[in-house]
């Protein structure tokens, strides 16, 4: 069964340093998002993207992200400037229609 | 925008019981309103999801139901068993599916040999 994968799996950066998170979606997918998870918090929306631009972004994504599908199977999530707050388990996920998010495995970012 | 509230933050059960989750949601505009499993350090995997355009929904052990009336959904699983310890989570999000989804916060099942 074709899954979600994302690179790396785990990140550590110093704070003020650009980090640059991998996905690949499941290849016949049309929509794309990330979410993050602060640890033992619950998942919180960061970004959609459909058709080569954002469809909605949440008060968390800010100018310090951005994302961008380079080609046509990756899509990254790029943070200009990390903070130490940024330290959170980021997941991409894909769905082949407007529903049914299927999740990555997750990057743990850790900021120092 | 959205607000999902989730119920109870943890719940223990013996193997073989029943276990309830129950969320409530803010938006009369969500429309779909999956539920997750993550298990400890995976990711979120969407066990099961349900649509405005019906009540209730079931798949083996485990069923959903909806009261858009009131805004609220229930996960149930029956005969739980100790692989379903995890952490469950609600959402809701509008028709509009490559927008948001809003998460509850999750609740800790452990299942009890």
């Known amino acids: 069964e074709p899954e979600v994968t994302q690179t790396p799996s785990h990140q550590v950066t110093q704070m003020g340093q650009e980090v640059i998170l991998r996905c690949v979606p499941i290849?016949?997918?049309?929509?794309f998002y990330w979410y993050r998870q602060i640890l033992g918090q619950k998942v919180e929306f960061l970004v959609s993207?459909?058709?080569?631009?954002?469809?909605?972004k949440s008060e968390i994504f800010d100018d310090q992200f951005s994302v961008e599908r380079p080609d046509g199977s990756n899509f990254t999530l790029k943070i200009r400037s990390t903070k130490l707050e940024d330290s959170a388990m980021y997941f991409c996920?894909?769905?082949?229609?407007?529903?049914?998010?299927?999740f990555g495995p997750g990057t743990r970012l850790t900021v120092t | 925008g959205e607000n999902v509230e989730q119920h109870p933050s943890t719940l223990s059960v013996q193997e073989g019981d029943s276990a309830v989750i129950k969320c409530t949601y803010s938006?009369?505009?969500?429309?779909?309103f999956p539920w997750y499993k993550q298990e400890l350090g995976k990711r979120p995997q969407l066990i099961i999801d349900?649509?405005?355009?019906?009540g209730e929904k079931k798949d083996q052990r485990i069923a959903v139901t909806l009261n858009k009336t009131a805004k609220h959904f229930s996960l149930h699983i029956t005969e739980t068993q100790p692989e379903d310890s995890a952490v469950y989570f609600c959402?809701?999000?509008?028709?509009?599916?490559?927008?948001?989804?809003?998460f509850g916060t999750g609740t800790k099942l452990q299942v009890i040999p």
């Open positions: 290849s016949n997918h049309l929509y």
């Open positions: 938006d009369s505009a969500s429309n779909y």
């Open positions: 993207f459909y058709n080569n631009e954002i469809s909605e």
């Open positions: 996920a894909s769905s082949e229609r407007r529903y049914e998010q299927y």
């Open positions: 349900i649509r405005s355009n019906v």
């Open positions: 959402a809701a999000g509008p028709s509009g599916g490559y927008q948001k989804v809003t």
